[in-house]
């Protein structure tokens, strides 16, 4: 008799746990609060500031997904994953998005049951040597000591590089960048890989950030994408677009401060749909018709927040290059919102 | 004899499963015993359901994949084309490596500073009570974390080692190069080798490795059977005839022999490029861990020795003083044999505690089973569970493998009454 009410309710319990991890977006609204997995601390992605207020080009994306569904950018509670724990954090339902530099590749696509939704940054992986070195390119650097950080696909990207090259290495397996950084400064290895834009983060947080380069190789594309749970696919939608909503602000030149100006006054059709002034987009998503104009305005469109966290005039320095829009020469291209 | 009539047994009824003693017992334990498996049936069958509905599977081929990175440090030949499954056996030797190291150092620093803890030399039990307070009473990841950063910070790079004027300098007659990634030794090379014996799984030993652990083991043996006669020669005759002489040329001669046959040279580290060659790199991570752990379980070991010796009669030592035997004497003779009957149950724990503490190697990035099965194949396949519940069967079955042996050896020594 107990024993039937002791499974009834467990049962009853897995049905309900099942049923509520299949509506993301409606959990969320429930919850009136988005989770949101981060990186531990990569100044200019995703790191906190002095006060303790995360920032960054990946915050960016949480704060536009939470100001598109729950109307304000401030409602998310930031998880920091490390890269061990992110996939199992996204699958298990702790966060509800993945935004932490992770790379797209085959078998997490498919495998691990991941959705990666949007790439919101084109990387590849390089190398940092100090400039005491005299190393000038990747192909010099037979013999070396290389820090690495494990379980990542730059750990796998390395292993083959080396091989194809014919050149032999000695790993320095790292658990996070933090201490990548404290085993580079200290000589521990004599180079340091990871995405080119990891790179220069980590560079612009050194003291003395000139005494070292970047070596120019790129031995790996390295796609990073927000990532959602596989199977949910509304919510996957809802992630895509409101990051497309930043890209495509910026190509019709919609910025944080003509917002308003734009969506009252532009004669643009596309705009007028994105911003929901017609078509009313937002409905088919479970949304209401002002979601992507809140999500453009949480933190600027993609090349205010790119110039903001990670461009040119931060200390990370990084060039547009491949993020650029497709219109200046880059990869960042949004489909059109009709 | 007995005059009074034995109670007969009442019948069994049901109702004296709960109300009689004598079967209460019983009741609860079935009781208890159906509950914790309808629990662990619900447990696997909700992960179960709750991984399809993930669309996720579960099995174990991911191990026979190509594993794609690489190992600082393997025992068996591997390379990134290999399988995971190899990397977790490599994974697994390197637990093996330090756990066995870890105990043995942790053994020998525990009994040196257990008894020293003791000593009438107030100074020096002192600086023991303080080593082994300062060592149980802090975390140790931390003591890992810190002996690590002591090798990364206060050593060399190897390039220091580079140049004409070099600002770092070989120690020990130029042979070992201390870095701050690795420390370079020396290692022995055949002059004349005579191939490798194949024992599967791409290892290889060398023919030569076996004769000298063949002639050691023969020379053993020999010495124990010249020991024995001796000893019965001593029991005949009263006068013990000399044997060390033998031994030493049992000892010797064949090693010199193998040697004149092998041929062996001493291969000096040397800097090639960025890092030294020719002879063993011993990685700081692997030291670093080795240290910590012996050092941190070594303070455990200590107080297990000290109460363990002050549980021997205070009479057993004063006997033995009285019989003229030294203080060292009767430490090693009379009081440590006794001691180890407390000792052993406990030091158990304690190398249990060794050997799953290593499996805090990430720290330093020691390429553990931790590090490799549990770290990069679990992260690069998605195949959480699977590496779990394979990792947790594997650290439990070299749990009870240690805690058998031991207990084994516990049963040598337990006090036997005759």
């Given at each position: 008799?107990?024993?039937?009410?002791?499974?009834?309710?467990?049962?009853?319990?897995?049905?309900?746990?099942?049923?509520?991890?299949?509506?993301?977006?409606?959990?969320?609204?429930?919850?009136?609060?988005?989770?949101?997995?981060?990186?531990?601390?990569?100044?200019?992605?995703?790191?906190?500031?002095?006060?303790?207020?995360?920032?960054?080009?990946?915050?960016?994306?949480?704060?536009?997904?939470?100001?598109?569904?729950?109307?304000?950018?401030?409602?998310?509670?930031?998880?920091?994953?490390?890269?061990?724990?992110?996939?199992?954090?996204?699958?298990?339902?702790?966060?509800?998005?993945?935004?932490?530099?992770?790379?797209?590749?085959?078998?997490?696509?498919?495998?691990?049951?991941?959705?990666?939704?949007?790439?919101?940054?084109?990387?590849?992986?390089?190398?940092?040597?100090?400039?005491?070195?005299?190393?000038?390119?990747?192909?010099?650097?037979?013999?070396?000591?290389?820090?690495?950080?494990?379980?990542?696909?730059?750990?796998?990207?390395?292993?083959?590089?080396?091989?194809?090259?014919?050149?032999?290495?000695?790993?320095?397996?790292?658990?996070?960048?933090?201490?990548?950084?404290?085993?580079?400064?200290?000589?521990?290895?004599?180079?340091?890989?990871?995405?080119?834009?990891?790179?220069?983060?980590?560079?612009?947080?050194?003291?003395?950030?000139?005494?070292?380069?970047?070596?120019?190789?790129?031995?790996?594309?390295?796609?990073?994408?927000?990532?959602?749970?596989?199977?949910?696919?509304?919510?996957?939608?809802?992630?895509?677009?409101?990051?497309?909503?930043?890209?495509?602000?910026?190509?019709?030149?919609?910025?944080?401060?003509?917002?308003?100006?734009?969506?009252?006054?532009?004669?643009?059709?596309?705009?007028?749909?994105?911003?929901?002034?017609?078509?009313?987009?937002?409905?088919?998503?479970?949304?209401?018709?002002?979601?992507?104009?809140?999500?453009?305005?949480?933190?600027?469109?993609?090349?205010?927040?790119?110039?903001?966290?990670?461009?040119?005039?931060?200390?990370?320095?990084?060039?547009?290059?491949?993020?650029?829009?497709?219109?200046?020469?880059?990869?960042?291209?949004?489909?059109?919102?009709? | 004899?007995?005059?009074?009539?034995?109670?007969?047994?009442?019948?069994?009824?049901?109702?004296?499963?709960?109300?009689?003693?004598?079967?209460?017992?019983?009741?609860?334990?079935?009781?208890?015993?159906?509950?914790?498996?309808?629990?662990?049936?619900?447990?696997?069958?909700?992960?179960?359901?709750?991984?399809?509905?993930?669309?996720?599977?579960?099995?174990?081929?991911?191990?026979?994949?190509?594993?794609?990175?690489?190992?600082?440090?393997?025992?068996?030949?591997?390379?990134a084309d290999s399988s995971h499954m190899r990397a977790a056996?490599?994974?697994?030797?390197?637990?093996?490596?330090?756990?066995?190291?870890?105990?043995?150092?942790?053994?020998?620093?525990?009994?040196?500073?257990?008894?020293?803890?003791?000593?009438?030399?107030?100074?020096?039990?002192?600086?023991?009570?303080?080593?082994?307070?300062?060592?149980?009473?802090?975390?140790?990841?931390?003591?890992?974390?810190?002996?690590?950063?002591?090798?990364?910070?206060?050593?060399?790079?190897?390039?220091?080692?580079?140049?004409?004027?070099?600002?770092?300098?070989?120690?020990?007659?130029?042979?070992?190069?201390?870095?701050?990634?690795?420390?370079?030794?020396?290692?022995?090379?055949?002059?004349?080798?005579?191939?490798?014996?194949?024992?599967?799984?791409?290892?290889?030993?060398?023919?030569?490795?076996?004769?000298?652990?063949?002639?050691?083991?023969?020379?053993?043996?020999?010495?124990?059977?010249?020991?024995?006669?001796?000893?019965?020669?001593?029991?005949?005759?009263?006068?013990?005839?000399?044997?060390?002489?033998?031994?030493?040329?049992?000892?010797?001669?064949?090693?010199?022999?193998?040697?004149?046959?092998?041929?062996?040279?001493?291969?000096?580290?040397?800097?090639?490029?960025?890092?030294?060659?020719?002879?063993?790199?011993?990685?700081?991570a692997l030291v670093a861990l080795w240290l910590a752990l012996?050092?941190?379980?070594?303070?455990?070991?200590?107080?297990?020795?000290?109460?363990?010796?002050?549980?021997?009669?205070?009479?057993?030592?004063?006997?033995?003083?009285?019989?003229?035997?030294?203080?060292?004497?009767?430490?090693?003779?009379?009081?440590?044999?006794?001691?180890?009957?407390?000792?052993?149950?406990?030091?158990?724990?304690?190398?249990?505690?060794?050997?799953?503490?290593?499996?805090?190697?990430?720290?330093?990035?020691?390429?553990?089973?931790?590090?490799?099965?549990?770290?990069?194949?679990?992260?690069?396949?998605?195949?959480?569970?699977?590496?779990?519940?394979?990792?947790?069967?594997?650290?439990?079955?070299?749990?009870?493998?240690?805690?058998?042996?031991?207990?084994?050896?516990?049963?040598?020594?337990?006090?036997?009454?005759?």
């Open positions: 008799m107990k024993l039937a009410i002791l499974f009834g309710t467990a049962t009853a319990a897995a049905l309900l746990a099942g049923g509520a991890m299949a509506d993301t977006l409606a959990d969320v609204k429930a919850r009136g609060m988005l989770n949101c997995g981060v990186n531990t601390g990569l100044v200019g992605f995703a790191a906190p500031d002095a006060n303790g207020n995360w920032q960054g080009f990946d915050i960016a994306v949480c704060k536009a997904v939470a100001a598109a569904v729950l109307g304000d950018a401030s409602k998310v509670k930031y998880v920091p994953t490390t890269g061990q724990t992110r996939f199992t954090a996204l699958s298990s339902g702790e966060v509800d998005v993945l935004a932490r530099n992770s790379t797209v590749t085959f078998s997490r696509d498919t495998d691990l049951k991941l959705d990666f939704v949007a790439i919101n940054y084109y990387d590849g992986q390089g190398f940092m040597v100090p400039k005491s070195l005299g190393v000038t390119s990747a192909k010099e650097l037979d013999g070396a000591t290389v820090c690495i950080q494990t379980g990542t696909t730059t750990e796998l990207n390395l292993a083959d590089y080396f091989r194809a090259n014919n050149m032999k290495y000695q790993p320095v397996n790292i658990d996070s960048n933090a201490e990548g950084e404290q085993q580079y400064l200290a000589g521990a290895c004599d180079a340091y890989t990871t995405d080119a834009s990891g790179l220069a983060a980590t560079r612009a947080a050194f003291a003395n950030p000139d005494d070292h380069i970047i070596l120019p190789e790129i031995i790996s594309k390295e796609p990073l994408a927000v990532a959602v749970r596989h199977g949910d696919n509304n919510w996957g939608d809802i992630v895509r677009w409101t990051f497309f909503a930043l890209v495509a602000a910026e190509e019709y030149g919609i910025t944080s401060a003509n917002l308003d100006e734009q969506a009252n006054t532009s004669q643009n059709p596309e705009v007028q749909r994105l911003l929901g002034k017609t078509d009313d987009l937002g409905k088919m998503i479970g949304l209401d018709a002002e979601w992507a104009k809140r999500a453009i305005a949480a933190s600027g469109n993609y090349g205010e927040i790119f110039n903001a966290t990670i461009g040119e005039a931060t200390p990370i320095k990084l060039a547009r290059g491949l993020n650029a829009q497709w219109t200046q020469g880059g990869l960042m291209y949004a489909p059109p919102f009709r | 004899m007995s005059d009074f009539a034995v109670p007969a047994h009442p019948p069994f009824r049901p109702m004296m499963l709960i109300n009689d003693r004598r079967y209460r017992g019983y009741t609860i334990q079935v009781v208890v015993f159906i509950l914790i498996m309808a629990a662990a049936w619900w447990l696997i069958g909700n992960t179960i359901e709750n991984l399809s509905r993930l669309g996720k599977d579960f099995n174990f081929d991911f191990l026979w994949k190509r594993a794609g990175y690489d190992i600082p440090q393997v025992l068996i030949p591997y390379t056996v490599v994974g697994l030797l390197n637990t093996l490596l330090v756990a066995v190291l870890g105990c043995i150092t942790a053994t020998i620093i525990g009994v040196t500073a257990g008894v020293l803890r003791l000593s009438n030399n107030w100074l020096v039990a002192r600086l023991m009570t303080i080593y082994v307070e300062l060592f149980r009473n802090i975390p140790l990841l931390l003591w890992i974390l810190v002996v690590y950063a002591v090798f990364t910070e206060s050593l060399p790079a190897p390039r220091a080692y580079s140049g004409a004027d070099p600002a770092a300098h070989m120690i020990l007659f130029d042979s070992i190069a201390l870095t701050n990634r690795y420390t370079a030794i020396p290692t022995l090379n055949l002059l004349h080798s005579h191939g490798s014996l194949n024992i599967g799984w791409g290892v290889t030993i060398n023919w030569a490795t076996i004769a000298y652990i063949v002639v050691l083991v023969l020379a053993i043996l020999a010495h124990r059977a010249l020991g024995r006669w001796a000893r019965a020669r001593q029991n005949l005759t009263g006068v013990r005839p000399r044997t060390w002489p033998i031994s030493a040329a049992l000892f010797v001669l064949p090693l010199v022999a193998l040697w004149l046959y092998f041929g062996i040279e001493v291969v000096r580290p040397t800097l090639k490029g960025f890092n030294f060659a020719g002879g063993v790199n011993v990685h700081n012996s050092l941190y379980t070594g303070a455990f070991i200590a107080e297990i020795v000290r109460a363990g010796v002050l549980a021997v009669s205070k009479g057993q030592s004063e006997a033995s003083y009285a019989l003229g035997l030294s203080r060292r004497r009767t430490m090693s003779l009379v009081v440590l044999p006794q001691a180890l009957r407390v000792i052993i149950p406990p030091l158990i724990s304690q190398f249990l505690n060794l050997t799953k503490n290593s499996s805090l190697a990430i720290a330093t990035g020691y390429m553990d089973l931790k590090a490799t099965l549990g770290g990069t194949t679990l992260n690069q396949t998605g195949r959480e569970l699977e590496s779990m519940v394979l990792m947790m069967g594997i650290y439990l079955v070299l749990s009870l493998i240690i805690s058998s042996a031991m207990n084994l050896f516990n049963a040598r020594v337990r006090l036997r009454e005759r």
